[in-house]
């Protein structure tokens, strides 16, 4: 079992929770609480279509119109970055935040 946390920033801000928590549709924080029980369970393994890797040890969560945004420290894996994806690609910018967030993470 993989043990999974919230990246949380200096200020104790945890933007993947706070995004989780402004849904408004109960399915779509089902389908979050489904993948992520998912990640716990199969943790580098989970593959698509519930997971997808992006870039630079940075991978993505699938669930319906949502993405959230990983990566793995020491065995844990930790939620970066969330967005409600409208294009086909994940923008650059959003995996350039998880990526950013994943190097303070390291640092401590």
């Keep these: 079992m993989t043990n999974v946390e919230f990246y949380e920033d200096p200020k104790g801000n945890r933007p993947v929770q ?4 402004n849904l408004t549709k109960r399915a779509e924080v089902n389908q979050i609480a489904v993948h992520v029980r998912e990640l716990k369970s199969q943790g580098y ?3 698509r279509p519930m997971s997808a890797p992006l870039r ?3 991978h993505e969560l699938r669930p319906g119109p949502n993405r959230i945004l990983y990566g793995f420290n020491k065995g844990i894996a930790v939620l970066l970055h969330a967005l409600r994806k ?8 959003d995996i350039d935040s998880a990526l950013k967030r994943m190097h303070e993470w390291r640092l401590r």
């Design 56 to 58: 630079d040890g940075i």
């Design 86 to 93: 409208k294009t086909r690609e994940t923008p650059s910018r």
């Design 18 to 21: 706070e995004f989780i928590d």
């Design 45 to 47: 393994r989970l593959q």
